[in-house]
C-alpha cells in the first residue's frame, strides 16, 4: 500500500501517523486513548460507545444469499482471524481524529460481525445516531455494509428482530451520518444491534462507528 505521511510524533514511545483521508497510512491509534477517558455523551442520552465492551460480539461469515453461517464468540479487543473489535480514538477517513467503534469482520470473503447490546428502556422520541465509515488508508476495502437492528418483546413475549437501518458504504474520505427514528419504541426494553458486513472480500474493512447514541426527550 502506498503510505503518505503527513507527519511524524513521538508520545509516550508510541509513533502516531497523521493523514488525511483514504490514502493515507493504515489507521493508527492515538496515544493514551486506550484505557482513557472518552468524551462523554450528553445526560438522558444512552451511549452504545460506552456500552460496546459489554455488548455480545460475534463474527462468521454469509451464506449465498447473504444469510448469516456460523457465528464465532468474538472477544473484546482481541485481534485475530475470527475479526476485531474496539473503541479508541481513531484517525479517520475525513482526517479528523475522534473516539470511534471499530468492528472489523471476520477475515474471509463476505465475513461479517455484529455486536448485540444489553436490554434498555427508550426514552420518549427515541433517536437512534451515529456517522459509519473507515478508519484512514482503507484504500483497498470493497466496501462494507452497516446495519442497525432492534430487537423487542411483543405482547405475547415473542421476540421482534427488524432491520432498522443499512447503509452501504466505500472508503471515500467522508463519514455518512444515520439518523433513525425509534419513537413508536418509546418505554419497550429493546436491545440493539450493530453488524458490519463485507463485500467480496474483508481486506481492509477497517468499519467504523462514530459516537453510536440512542437520545430521547
Not at 18 to 30: D, N, R, S, W
Not at 75 to 96: K, N
Not at 136 to 158: M, P
Amino acid at each position: 500500500m502506498n503510505r503518505q505521511f503527513a507527519g511524524l510524533t513521538f508520545l509516550l514511545a508510541i509513533v502516531a501517523f497523521i493523514a488525511v483521508g483514504c490514502g493515507g497510512p493504515l489507521a493508527t491509534v492515538m496515544p493514551g486513548s486506550m484505557g482513557g477517558a472518552f468524551a462523554a455523551a450528553p445526560a438522558g442520552t444512552i451511549d452504545l460507545l460506552a456500552l460496546a465492551p459489554a455488548a455480545t460480539w460475534e463474527s462468521g461469515q454469509l451464506l449465498p444469499g447473504g444469510g448469516l453461517g456460523q457465528m464465532t464468540a468474538l472477544p473484546w479487543r482481541d485481534s485475530q482471524f475470527a475479526g476485531f473489535v474496539a473503541v479508541a480514538d481513531y484517525i479517520l477517513e475525513d482526517g479528523s481524529t475522534r473516539p470511534a467503534l471499530e468492528s472489523h469482520p471476520m477475515w474471509v470473503n463476505q465475513g461479517t460481525i455484529a455486536g448485540r447490546f444489553q436490554w434498555v428502556a427508550l426514552p420518549a422520541g427515541a433517536v437512534f445516531e451515529a456517522e459509519v465509515g473507515f478508519l484512514t488508508g482503507a484504500i483497498n476495502s470493497d466496501g462494507v455494509s452497516f446495519q442497525v437492528y432492534e430487537t423487542h418483546y411483543d405482547a405475547n413475549g415473542a421476540p421482534v428482530r427488524t432491520l432498522v437501518a443499512q447503509a452501504t458504504e466505500r472508503c471515500d474520505g467522508f463519514l455518512t451520518p444515520l439518523r433513525i427514528d425509534l419513537a413508536h419504541l418509546a418505554g419497550k426494553i429493546v436491545s440493539i444491534e450493530l453488524r458490519v458486513d463485507a463485500g467480496g472480500t474483508s481486506t481492509e474493512d477497517w468499519a467504523v462507528w462514530v459516537a453510536p447514541r440512542i437520545s430521547g426527550w
